[in-house]
């Protein structure tokens, strides 16, 4: 027995004369026997759709039976085209079909898929469900010489060959029916006994223990005696669709276990579906799905990797992506620079969740916040800043807020916050603290728009204005700029080196002047640091390229 999220055997149908509906309907019940039989050898069927005898809803069996022989299989058995081509693994008969099937265009038909059926039409979908499992095999060659006043019963084809069916009934006594005389009275007798039963040891399983009952009514009835279930029997239950009557809207769409149980005695391999258990619609990798956990609907392909430890999106990798600092108890240090934002770090809310605390006091907040922490330096002096990352599918447009805490590291306050300072990054400067005190840092995605890396940092402004005399009347414009940077100084400027956010030297200049132009035109738009050196001394600054 297979399990499967996807069809384990290949049917193909020639239609003729059928409308888009009845197509679309026949289709559907071929696309259920699809998956829950498998087989190597496509199964061919011929449908029409055409005027049948009144009252007649449809037909369909095997085009052909071919004897086989070996292994375990009974002598003298037959088995029709589709299961006699599963069990060989090849195309016994290339050139023809497996499946004859008719069905009557001006029955009054329920084509619809959802098993929704008016109380006066019969459900399409059921009845071809039902015939293609007679084609597939559910079916014997039980017949009597009259239909209407029948003398005898008959079992074999040609006086030799019996089918997989037949081996497995027998009556109430134990007795099977291939041990009465062929033709005879007798095996009359046993079809109209309502005595007959399927020993097939994996129905017999599945109906408890207890070999499930044929349908052989006292009276003989063609089309519908001894090769169906029992209509008193398991009529209204999952084993319904292979008992001999459906009534006007009534809808069954599955075989039922019963049916799939006999048919694996037959020969057939069986393809379980696979359930999907946490009703995530992703069926359980154990069976040929993408769920990674089929029991937790938080666990999928379509799911968010959050920070935890699980690989929430199955991609095979945990926590790709993320960052611990999804809380507040686990922020991340932002070490103080004394020379701008030489301690860059590069953070990410890729996989952030709603940490819980208050919305902040500005921007528009959706979720996906990350935590950082600062220690107040001596200067009582902090400066925040956000960058944008130049790595792929980066954040966008950033939200900065900062918390005063108890000095244990839990929220008091937020005591700041700011959208947008350079372009839609955030810059917060904040005075007149006390040294040694704790402030979180909280960063976000403006209304949760796209999340993704971005850079940060902390330095204190205080201590860059600690300079000598070299930088007095330094001075630096258009920032932002498109293209030109001018400098000015009081002194001659040495040297001048622009990096990139990822700490990359992208420009470097030996002006030697107290006044020096640089055309940065050819760099890609962002945030750059230009480190400047005077007599010895060296200054960092920030330019944002458009």
């Known amino acids: 027995m297979l399990n499967s999220s ?10 003729t004369g059928f409308t888009t509906q009845a197509e679309a309907a026949f289709q559907y019940a071929v696309d259920i026997w699809s998956y829950l039989i498998e087989s190597e050898v496509p199964i061919k069927i011929n449908a029409q759709f055409t005027a049948l005898g009144s009252n007649v809803l449809g037909s369909a069996g095997a085009a052909g039976y071919y004897p086989l022989s070996g292994g375990s299989i009974p002598p003298n058995t037959a088995f029709p085209a589709a299961l006699a081509d599963k069990i ?27 098993g929704n059926t008016p109380g006066s039409q019969y459900d399409f979908v059921s009845v071809v469900l039902h015939e293609l499992g007679h084609g597939l095999g559910f079916a014997g060659f039980g017949r009597v010489d009259d239909n209407d006043s029948p003398t005898q019963g008959l079992i074999r084809l040609s006086g030799v060959y019996v089918s997989m069916w037949d081996n497995f009934i027998e009556n109430g006594t134990g007795m099977s029916v291939l041990t009465f005389a062929d033709p005879s009275a007798a095996l009359l007798t046993q079809f109209t006994s309502n005595d007959l039963y399927c020993n097939s040891p994996l129905a017999t399983a599945e109906n408890g223990g207890s070999n499930p009952p044929t349908y052989a009514p006292s009276t003989w ?3 519908s005696s001894y090769s169906h279930w029992d209509e008193s029997t398991f009529n209204g239950t999952v084993n319904a669709l292979m008992t001999p009557q459906i009534g006007a809207g009534e809808a069954i769409h599955d075989p039922g276990p019963l049916a799939l149980a006999f048919m694996e005695d037959m020969g057939w391999g069986i393809c379980i579906p696979c359930a999907d258990a946490d009703g995530d619609n ?27 430890g699980i690989d929430n999106n199955c991609d095979g990798q945990i926590d790709e992506g993320c960052m611990p600092n999804d809380f507040p108890a686990n922020a991340i240090e932002l070490v103080m620079g004394d020379t701008l934002c030489e301690n860059m770090v590069a953070g990410s809310n890729l996989c952030a969740t709603d940490s819980g605390i208050p919305d902040p006091g500005c921007g528009l907040y959706d979720g996906g916040d990350v935590w950082f922490y600062v220690t107040v330096p001596s200067t009582g002096e902090v400066t925040v800043e956000t960058f944008e990352s130049t790595e792929d599918d980066a954040m966008t447009d950033s939200v900065l807020s900062i918390y005063s805490t108890d000095g244990s590291g839990n929220i008091v306050t937020e005591i700041a916050c700011n959208d947008d300072t350079t372009g839609l990054f955030s810059t917060i400067n904040l005075t007149g603290l ?23 940092c902390a330095w204190s402004p205080s201590t860059l204005s600690i300079k000598d005399l070299a930088f007095e009347g330094f001075n630096f414009y258009p920032n932002p700029t498109k293209s030109l940077v001018h400098f000015n100084a009081t002194k001659a400027i040495d040297h001048i080196t622009i990096f990139n956010m990822l700490g990359q030297k992208v420009m470097e200049n030996n002006p030697n002047n107290m006044t020096t132009t640089i055309d940065v035109s050819q760099l890609q738009s962002g945030t750059y640091f230009v480190n400047v050196n005077i007599s010895g001394s060296t200054k960092i600054v920030k330019i944002v390229k458009n």
């Not at 996807?6 to 239609?15: L, N």
């Not at 060989?88 to 898929?113: E, M």
């Not at 006390?434 to 940060?456: A, C, M, Q, W």
């Open 221 to 223: 009835n063609g089309g």
């Open 282 to 308: 992703f069926t359980d990798v154990a069976c040929g799905g993408t769920d990674c956990d089929d029991s937790d609907p938080a666990v999928n392909p379509d799911a968010i990797e959050i920070y935890d």
């Open 88 to 114: 060989v693994g090849y195309d016994i008969d290339p050139a023809g079909t497996d499946i004859n099937a008719n069905f009557s265009n001006t029955f009054p038909f329920y084509f619809g898929l959802d």
């Open 6 to 15: 996807t069809p384990c055997a290949e049917f193909q149908v020639t239609y």
């Open 434 to 456: 006390t040294e040694g005190d704790i402030l979180l840092v909280r960063v976000h995605s403006y209304d949760d728009d796209l999340k993704g890396p971005f850079n940060i």
